[in-house]
């Protein structure tokens, strides 16, 4: 199971709703990534629990992790201010499902040392995830074993993960994880997002929004021709950054285009949504 995570703190009533303010809500880009490699490398669909646009509380996280068992289970935590939304999920999760593998991707893993000690995830994902959660997946079929020094063993043989070794309560980390080449990134599926919603279907209108609301589009004469479609919605077309700014921590190196001949395929899709 793959889960976003809220960057809200958790308990606290939102400002505005997902349904609300003048941008689309960003797709899930990790998330679908992740998955996609997972089929490609001959697993099923991952299930996708979208916590963030669901906003769940405590008892909606419970009754959702007793239905739908799972060996292992990611959550994708992409800034800082999810901490305590990851501290809250996954001893939710351990409660529910206690021998669960919890792992922890995106850009909170930078401070992994804190995120092992103080929550209930067993690993973090540093660096690109897509390579290191199937390699996760192999592990997790794999093992059989409870000796955790063995299972240390096996884990370092995965890029991208950091551990913690009860042993002596140091941080093992395995490297940075492997970024995907450009052909086999993939542009985000609205129907996988659709299936995170649990039945909501009327919360996938948020990633999308009228362009009269968004300010860059009113002032651009052309949304206003005939025969204009009446949405407007996020499309990322490259990965990474080549500035090295002090404020951003990156785990992954680099700058990476998507493969435009998939690029078409994205914009058709997208004309389903009315954009």
């Keep these: 199971i793959l889960c976003s995570v809220p960057v809200e703190t958790p308990g606290g009533k939102l400002r505005r709703q997902r349904s609300e303010g003048p941008s689309p809500i960003m797709p899930k880009i990790a998330i679908t990534s992740i998955n996609n490699w997972t089929v490609k490398s001959g697993f099923k669909e991952c299930k996708f629990y979208d916590i963030d646009m669901l906003y769940s509380d405590d008892d909606e996280i419970k009754d959702f992790f007793k239905k739908n068992d799972a060996d292992i289970i990611g959550l994708s ?12 999920i996954s001893k939710i999760i351990k409660e529910i499902n206690p021998r669960a593998l919890i792992v922890c991707g995106g850009y909170l893993t930078s401070a992994a040392n804190t995120v092992l000690r103080k929550t209930d ?8 995830g897509e390579i290191a959660w199937v390699g996760l997946l192999n592990y997790v079929k794999k093992i059989s074993t409870k000796n955790e020094k063995l299972i240390l063993e096996e884990l370092k043989k995965v890029k991208g ?21 450009s052909c086999h990134m993939t542009f985000p599926s609205f129907e996988y997002l659709k ?4 039945g ?4 996938l209108k948020n990633y999308f929004r009228p362009y009269d609301l968004t300010l860059a589009f009113r002032m651009d004469e052309r949304c206003f021709e005939e025969g204009r479609r009446k949405m407007v919605s996020s499309i ?13 921590q990156r785990g992954a190196k680099g700058y990476t285009l998507y493969n435009l001949d998939d690029l078409e395929k994205h914009l058709l899709q997208l004309k389903k949504y009315n954009v």
Aim: charged content about 15%.
């Design 77 to 88: 935590a992409v800034v800082s201010t999810s901490y305590l939304q990851v501290q809250r």
């Design 161 to 181: 993960l950091a551990v913690l070794d009860n042993s002596n309560d140091e941080i093992i980390f395995t490297g940075y994880g492997h970024t995907l080449s």
């Design 200 to 203: 909501n279907d009327e919360a």
């Design 121 to 128: 995830v067993d690993i973090c994902v540093v660096g690109d």
């Design 195 to 198: 299936s995170g919603l649990q």
């Design 236 to 248: 990322h077309v490259s990965k990474g950054c080549v500035a090295k700014c002090t404020f951003c």
